[in-house]
């Protein structure tokens, strides 16, 4: 099998590996650029420091980047809120307006007009509308395919189901909507569409003009970084929280923790305490605390191991998300029990109640922890069920050929085909 050209566009360089995006990217891309030459295409990572390191890991790996400057706007402020306005004029989501640079578009169309590029890859939705405007016309004659970490507009449609403030709800109605129209278009237009879940990929499919070209590439987990620690004591009264705090799901998942879960769980066992760890954590959170007996706030760790092998249970309150939760699978394969919503736990071949705990709602997740917390030997025969379960069916290798195979098959499908990028 020949080796493969693949361009591979994205926010930022996938590492250091502080996000489920990130480490779904990072360990599917090292193991497929021993096969083939890949190059990233991106936007300079924000955090200070980051993109220089990243640079270093991915050249070691044999994967080449090209990197534009991108001034990040802040989440806050007037002229945010402006932003979001003036997004009401758009027909694009405010994401894809917003990832979509004028420096990341001329230097995608650079790339292609110098170089050979076998298959085009989105690692994000919202970066075929970066494709498509890099190469216009020419796009209808090159493979590409588009990943779908998650479906969009189902995101915004639990926004719009969840949320109470009457402006808030009418706003997130119109992204909905608007991101509906546009991964239609994605998703029909791309010679093959990559879900997350066998779920994902049924909706696309069936409601967003998806075709039969949508292939199941599941998150993974490393099995041997991520394996029980059986001389360490776990502490059956212990929660811990993990994912990216930026992440607005996850922000609406602590927030129900902190404001209404947490709160009765710690009123009917005062030994229970909750870890919350992710990157950027924001202010409120941080301030809310400092008020609240047994929370504590970690932001960037350099190893969630620790965590995740002295906790009694980790929990994911998800009322909003879409794709499938990796930190679930992190935590089985440590043979860490599980607490979970059916959101938070969806895309996953797991069996609730054999493998880990799913409930409804806010008031059956805190009755919830509080039995994982009253029969830890329970919940540890549940995780490591779970953690056999998944060493068997969620490692990166076989998942990285999945990949592949979308790659060779999408050459393949347009072989007879001139390409656009051939220089």
């Given at each position: 099998m020949r080796s493969l050209r693949i361009a591979v566009l994205d926010e930022e360089l996938p590492y250091p590996l502080t996000s489920g995006k990130r480490i779904r990217t990072f360990n599917l891309l090292a193991r497929l650029a021993e096969r083939h030459r890949i190059t990233i295409l991106c936007h300079r990572n924000a955090e200070p420091g980051e993109a220089e390191v990243a640079i270093k890991v991915l050249q070691n790996l044999g994967i080449d980047t090209v990197m534009v400057p991108r001034a990040v706007p802040k989440k806050a402020g007037a002229g945010f809120y402006a932003r979001l306005a003036g997004n009401l004029l758009s027909p694009l989501p405010f994401s894809v307006t917003t990832h979509t640079s004028p420096e990341l578009v001329?230097?995608?169309?650079?790339?292609?007009?110098?170089?050979?590029?076998?298959?085009?890859?989105?690692?994000?939705?919202?970066?075929?509308?970066?494709?498509?405007?890099?190469?216009?016309?020419?796009?209808?004659?090159v493979p590409w395919v588009v990943v779908a970490h998650n479906v969009e507009s189902l995101i915004w449609k639990r926004y719009t189901e969840t949320e109470e403030n009457?402006?808030?709800?009418?706003?997130?109605?119109?992204?909905?909507?608007?991101?509906?129209?546009?991964?239609?278009?994605?998703?029909?237009h791309a010679l093959w569409t990559v879900a997350v879940s066998e779920e994902d990929a049924t909706l696309i499919r069936d409601n967003l003009n998806g075709t039969e070209q949508t292939e199941v590439v599941d998150n993974g987990?490393?099995?041997?970084?991520?394996?029980?620690?059986?001389?360490?004591?776990?502490?059956?009264?212990?929660?811990?929280?993990?994912?990216?705090?930026?992440?607005?799901?996850?922000?609406?998942?602590?927030?129900?923790?902190?404001?209404?879960?947490?709160?009765?769980v710690h009123a009917a066992e005062s030994r229970a305490s909750l870890t919350i760890v992710g990157r950027n954590p924001p202010d409120w959170l941080r301030e809310a605390a400092t008020?609240?007996?047994?929370?504590?706030?970690?932001?960037?760790?350099?190893?969630?191991?620790?965590?995740?092998?002295?906790?009694?249970?980790?929990?994911?309150?998800?009322?909003?998300?879409?794709?499938?939760?990796?930190?679930?699978l992190e935590s089985l394969a440590m043979g860490t029990p599980v607490v979970s919503t059916h959101i938070g736990a969806e895309g996953l071949r797991l069996e609730a109640g054999r493998h880990l705990t799913v409930t409804d709602d806010e008031t059956g997740l805190a009755d919830a922890i509080l039995e994982t917390m009253q029969n830890p030997d329970a919940a540890i025969d549940r995780a490591d069920e779970g953690q056999r379960f998944v060493s068997q069916e969620y490692e990166w290798g076989p998942i990285s050929e999945k990949l592949e195979e979308v790659w060779r098959v999408a050459v393949e499908m347009r072989s007879a085909r001139p390409m656009a990028s051939g220089g």
């Open positions: 001329a230097a995608v169309a650079e790339f292609a007009a110098q170089n050979r590029v076998d298959v085009w890859h989105c690692e994000w939705t919202p970066y075929a509308q970066v494709l498509r405007r890099a190469l216009g016309k020419r796009l209808k004659r009457s402006v808030k709800r009418w706003y997130a109605r119109r992204q909905w909507l608007k991101f509906e129209k546009f991964e239609r278009w994605a998703f029909a987990v490393d099995i041997e970084f991520f394996r029980p620690q059986r001389d360490v004591e776990r502490d059956p009264y212990k929660v811990v929280f993990l994912g990216s705090l930026d992440w607005r799901p996850n922000q609406d998942g602590v927030r129900l923790m902190i404001e209404q879960v947490f709160p009765k008020s609240i007996p047994g929370v504590e706030v970690f932001g960037t760790v350099a190893d969630v191991r620790p965590f995740l092998a002295t906790c009694g249970m980790t929990v994911v309150p998800l009322r909003v998300g879409g794709g499938s939760r990796l930190k679930i």
